[in-house]
């Protein structure tokens, strides 16, 4: 896809961070989009930002772990703009918390809000996009999704979940014209830390030195556009540790779990 003039765009997690800075950079490119998260009036203020006029933006509240609600909230896409180009599953939540800590609930809703609701929505809007024999997938994973860290367990579950998920989508989709880029990116400067889950899935409230220093969220968007258009499988956002991570576990995996266990966090 080498521009998104009138593509439709839905985009999850759409009111705040990385989702928010996609949304204005589809915007500036002349994009449609459907903009998907919890908090409506989240929504308006960026459907508002983009300056787009208002028929080109749609915005779609939904808790996305309401699996039952992927259906109908494609229908309503569908009859709205007639159809989807791009898919982002950018909704997430994070982690704050040792294993041994943990309620088991926990991981259920990190499994929810990470991982069902993509396969949810995914099955929700593949089927049209296999008669268009056009679609394309972006898919928020993560460096966490190559590498298992401490206080993260059931968000990096999620996110190798989805990893392997989409890489079968991308598999069985070449055959219909479907196409999947997955994200992994490092730390970017963004509410995630303070929206994270604790040990009891209270919201863990505070910001990340990582997370603050971290690469501005409209960069890591520019770079994700820039993927799609260059129809990139898979790509790492991050500094040079996160990526350099990604290959010490590839070549050199017992070298990397050993600073894997020295790294404890704040
Ligand atoms: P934010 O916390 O700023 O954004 C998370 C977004 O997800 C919000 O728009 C939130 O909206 C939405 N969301 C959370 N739960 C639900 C739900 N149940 N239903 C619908 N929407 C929901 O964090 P980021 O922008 O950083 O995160 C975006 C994605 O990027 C996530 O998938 C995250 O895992 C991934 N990522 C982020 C990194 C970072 O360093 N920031 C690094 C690697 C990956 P609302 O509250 O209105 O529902």
Not at 6 to 19: E, F, L, Q, R
Not at 29 to 36: I, M, S, Y
Not at 159 to 186: M, W
Not at 234 to 254: D, H, M, Q, T
Request: net charge positive; with cysteine; aromatic share 8%.
């Amino acid at each position: 896809m080498t521009n998104f003039k009138d593509k439709v765009v839905w985009i999850t997690g759409a009111s705040s961070g990385i989702g928010e800075a996609l949304a204005m950079a589809f915007a500036k490119e002349g994009a449609k989009l459907v903009l998907t998260a919890r908090r409506r009036e989240e929504l308006e203020r960026v459907k508002q930002q983009t300056a787009l006029p208002a028929a080109n933006v749609l915005v779609l509240p939904l808790d996305v772990t309401q699996l039952d609600q992927a259906q109908p909230a494609a229908d309503q896409v569908i009859a709205h703009f007639g159809h989807i180009d791009i898919m982002v599953h950018n909704a997430g939540v994070s982690q704050r918390s040792y294993i041994n800590d943990t309620d088991l609930e926990v991981y259920q809703s990190l499994m929810n809000v990470n991982f069902f609701s993509t396969v949810a929505i995914t099955k929700a809007v593949l089927p049209h996009m296999i008669a268009r024999k056009s679609g394309h997938f972006i898919v928020m994973s993560s460096v966490a999704g190559k590498i298992g860290t401490i206080m993260r367990s059931g968000y990096n579950a999620a996110k190798h979940a989805l990893q392997g998920f989409y890489d079968s989508l991308r598999a069985e989709g070449y055959q219909h014209n479907i196409k999947v880029t997955t994200i992994c990116p490092g730390y970017i400067r963004t509410n995630i830390s303070l929206n994270a889950l604790d040990a009891a899935g209270d919201k863990f409230g505070k910001m990340d030195s990582n997370q603050a220093t971290g690469i501005p969220a409209d960069v890591c968007a520019q770079k994700i556009l820039n993927a799609v258009k260059t129809d990139k499988k898979e790509i790492y956002i991050g500094g040079f540790k996160e990526v350099a991570a990604i290959y010490l576990k590839r070549f050199f995996p017992s070298l990397l779990f050993d600073q894997v266990r020295k790294n404890i966090p704040e």
